[in-house]
């Protein structure tokens, strides 16, 4: 327990100290007008209130990652709290903050067209591929996570398909209408609903005064398969440490927010946020089951074609908060989700009108970029969940990777503490570089050459970066 209250002081302590280093690092002006107040559309350059713009950041990057990602990443052992605070202080919301406020700075430029610009244009054409690719992803995986939870509350008549067929068409009218019509006005419901979830299990932790790990008990590999801590588990907790989801969602509000004052709070603070629910639920599987090998025997011990993340969360909320409680919980558990996958396939449309220079006041060109969207997130719905759960990892990871890079050139160009984004851009680069080499759904080599694979990448991209940094200033 007391490793559980630390890890929570020091989130927000991380907040208050480092989010402020890095807000100076960026250089925050608040007199410089947001896009917002400059160049409103009505549609998606609409002024809103801070609280309100984080409101939406938080539910819209706080999705199936934090918290199946955090059932998933504890079954490695303690590690994972110290990757949790760590990762989301140092590297998540660094990210966050500088790809949020980059984007406010060029007008709310999406995460493809923001990293093109400090890595060129061949990395740009990539990157609205790999982007678009991994919006499309999240749109089906958070589709299949809240229909089979959905099911699960419901009467069996209304099966997870049924419920996907709902869930669907929520996510068309959100990415089709304007920001402030639907979005604006049904995330405070998420919202409350995501609030009471967290609370009611972090009450719950303490009222059944919950067994949690101690860190001082050790950090060694606990995994009942032996998988590697290194990379996998900084894979496994998809957005509860770091995502590069984030910097796909982060435009839609830098096209919204009021100020540049406001920026911390939204994208440092949300981060913060999303790494406390983390830590929750990390906290809730590590202890409910009487211990990490607890929770591993009662995962082992479901059909292998079960949603086992979704099991874990349902039965935890269920008993825990009883029966209307476990119902509020499992439905933020749900908003999570649905406020990720709404926002993905809204983040994929202004991608593609980005690319093609497609002004989306008509609706005409938001149904003519929509439609293929949706085909294709329909298609990728067959697939089983546990596979677009693995590539959704990977992919999400990935993005980050290309975006602190990204962020390393701007603030080098600007002469600011480049070291701050640096740092976690060399470490995520030997992270996804090493799990598609080791990974079973990756390469499958053998530890030692994926080792030296990842190693061999990652030594490559900082020489790159080392070789060209002067070049850069002059672009």
């Not at 809204?346 to 006041?361: H, N, P, T, Y």
């Not at 060109?365 to 949706?374: E, G, H, K, Y």
């Amino acid at each position: 327990m007391i490793s559980f209250i630390v890890s929570i002081s020091v989130l927000i302590l991380g907040y208050l100290i480092y989010g402020r280093f890095t807000e100076k690092v960026f250089g925050m002006d608040k007199n410089k007008p947001t896009p917002a107040i400059a160049n409103p559309d009505g549609v998606d350059f609409v002024e809103l209130p801070w609280w309100k713009v984080f409101l939406i950041q938080f539910l819209n990057i706080a999705g199936l990652g934090p918290i199946f990602g955090a059932v998933m990443g504890i079954m490695f052992g303690q590690a994972a709290f110290l990757w949790i605070v760590f990762g989301t202080i140092f590297a998540g919301a660094v990210h966050d903050y500088m790809s949020g406020m980059m984007s406010v700075r060029m007008n709310g430029a999406s995460q493809p067209e923001l990293v093109g610009s400090q890595l060129g244009t061949g990395i740009k054409q990539f990157m609205r591929v790999f982007s678009l690719f991994l919006m499309v992803l999240v749109g089906a995986v958070f589709v299949s996570g809240p229909a089979d939870l959905l099911a699960g509350l419901t009467p069996e008549a209304m099966t997870s398909t049924w419920w996907a067929v709902i869930v669907f068409a929520y996510y068309i009218l959100a990415t089709l209408l304007p920001i402030d019509k639907i979005i604006g006005k049904i995330y405070p419901v998420f919202g409350f609903a995501l609030l009471f979830m967290a609370v009611g299990i972090m009450v719950a932790i303490f009222v059944n005064n919950a067994p949690i790990p101690e860190i001082t008990e050790g950090i060694g590999n606990m995994h009942p398969k032996n998988l590697p801590i290194f990379p996998i588990m900084f894979v496994s907790i998809a957005c509860g440490a770091i995502s590069g989801f984030h910097a796909t969602q982060s435009p839609l509000m830098a096209r919204c927010i009021q100020n540049e004052r406001f920026g911390r709070r939204i994208f440092y603070g949300s981060m913060v946020a999303e790494g406390i629910v983390a830590l929750i639920w990390a906290a809730a599987a590590s202890s409910f089951f009487g211990s990490i090998d607890g929770l591993q025997q009662f995962v082992a011990d479901l059909a292998p074609t079960a949603n086992k993340p979704a099991v874990v969360v349902d039965t935890i909320s269920r008993s825990w908060l009883g029966h209307l409680g476990g119902i509020l919980a499992l439905l933020g558990v749900i908003a999570a989700p649905l406020t990720s996958g709404d926002t993905a396939l809204r983040s994929a449309r202004l991608i593609v009108a980005d690319f093609m220079k497609l002004e989306q006041k008509p609706m005409k060109n938001r149904l003519l970029i929509s439609v293929p969207l949706f085909i294709i997130t329909f298609l990728l719905l067959q697939l089983d969940f546990d596979v677009l759960w693995r590539y959704f990892a990977w992919f999400n990871q990935t993005l980050a990777v290309f975006t602190l890079w990204a962020v390393t050139v701007y603030l080098y160009k600007h002469k600011r503490f480049y070291l701050i984004s640096l740092v976690p851009a060399v470490w995520m680069t030997a992270v996804t570089s090493t799990y598609i080499l080791i990974a079973p759904e990756g390469l499958h080599l053998s530890t030692t050459l994926a080792y030296l694979g990842g190693g061999i990448v990652t030594l490559a991209a900082l020489s790159l970066f080392w070789w060209k940094r002067n070049q850069f200033v002059n672009t």
